[in-house]
DNA sequence: GCCCTTGTTACGCC
DNA sequence: AGGCGTAACAAGGG
C-alpha cells in the first residue's frame, strides 16, 4: 500500500513531467475538487515534483499546487509506466475504468493515477503545514519534541501523519522491529535512548527500503507476517496483535515495552 | 456472501 | 480543551 516510501517512487516517476504544460485534465467527479481541478490546472506548466510524507505535490507555473494522495490502492502511471506494478493488497491489473486522474499534456504524454478502491484524493494547494516532519529526516530529538506530553501506544501516534509524515502500517512494524521497541508500548514509558533507537533505525532502514522497493522490502515481509514464523533475529514466537486498530507484528522478546 | 485489508476522519468518552 | 480509542468508510480478493 503506497506509504511515504511509494510516494517517493511516485514523486521520482512525476519528475518526468516537469517542464510539461497540462493540456487536458478528466478527473472522477466523485473528487470533492473536480470542477476547481479542471478549471485550475489546464495551460499551467508543472514547475517541480516535491513529496510531504505520503503526498506527493506538484507546482504548477508558482501560482498552483496539486497534491496527489493515493489512499491504500492508488498507482501512478506516467507515459504508460508504472514505477510500482503491484500493490500489497490491490489488485495487480490496470483497468481504465478505475483511472480517477489523467493528466495529458500540449506533446500528448499523459500521467495517470489508477485507484481500484477509489480512495486516491486530489487537492488544489493541499495543507502540507498540518503535517509532521517528514519521516525519512527523525532524530531523538526530534521525536521527543513531536511526542512530549503524550501517553498512547507509540505505534498509534506514529501513524499520525500531523506528528509525523509518511509511515504507514508496514513501515511502523519494520522500523520498530529494528529498533527493538514494542509497538504497544507508551511513549510516555519511553527513554530517550529508545526514541534515538527508533530515529536510528528510520534512517538506517527505510531508505535501504525505499531503493529495495517499498515498505513491503523489510525483513518483515508481507508473506512473513501472514504465516509467522520464529522471529529472524532471535527465534522467539511472533506475535501478531492489533495496535492503532491496525494489524501489527512484532516480537515480544527483542522488542521491549 | 462474509470477512479481511488500509488511511483518514468523525464521534463519544473521559 | 483536547487526548484517546473505536468505528465507519470503499470495494476488490480470498
Redesign the pocket.
Known amino acids: ?3 511515504g516510501l511509494e510516494a517517493e517512487i511516485y514523486r521520482r516517476a512525476a519528475e518526468r513531467v516537469v517542464g510539461r504544460a497540462v493540456a487536458a485534465v478528466e478527473v472522477d467527479d466523485r473528487q470533492a475538487m473536480a470542477g476547481e481541478l479542471r478549471h485550475a490546472l489546464p495551460g499551467r506548466t508543472v514547475m517541480s515534483a516535491r513529496r510531504c ?3 506527493v505535490v506538484l507546482d504548477l507555473d508558482d501560482t498552483v499546487a496539486l497534491g496527489l ?1 493515493f ?2 490502492t492508488g498507482r501512478l502511471i506516467v507515459d504508460g509506466f508504472a514505477p510500482i506494478d503491484e500493490l500489497v ?1 490491490a ?3 490496470d483497468d481504465p475504468a478505475w483511472n480517477r486522474l489523467v493528466l495529458t499534456f500540449t506533446d500528448g504524454t499523459l500521467l495517470r493515477v489508477n485507484d ?4 486516491a484524493a486530489f487537492t488544489l494547494d493541499p495543507d502540507v503545514e498540518r503535517l509532521g516532519p517528514d519521516f525519512l529526516d527523525l532524530s531523538a530529538d526530534l521525536l521527543g519534541e513531536r511526542l512530549r ?5 507509540v505505534k ?2 506514529l ?1 499520525d ?1 500531523t506528528i509525523v509524515a509518511g509511515f ?3 513501515c511502523i512494524d519494520e522500523v520498530l522491529f529494528q529498533a527493538g521497541v514494542a509497538p504497544g508500548a507508551s511513549v510516555a514509558e519511553l527513554t530517550h535512548g529508545q526514541l534515538g533507537e527508533i530515529a536510528a533505525a528510520a534512517r538506517r532502514h527505510l531508505p535501504a527500503m525505499l531503493e529495495r522497493g517499498g515498505s513491503h522490502t523489510g525483513v518483515l515481509t508481507p508473506v512473513l507476517r501472514a504465516l509467522l514464523p520464529p522471529c529472524p533475529r532471535d527465534g522467539a514466537p511472533l506475535q501478531r496483535s492489533t495496535v ?4 501489527t507484528v512484532w516480537c515480544p522478546v527483542h522488542q521491549i515495552v
Open positions: 500500500m503506497p506509504e510524507g505520503k503526498l494522495h489512499g491504500m493488497y489488485s495487480g491489473r481500484p478502491r477509489r480512495w506530553g503524550r501517553r498512547a501506544a498509534t501516534l501513524l501523519q504507514g502500517n508496514l492503532g486498530g491496525r494489524t
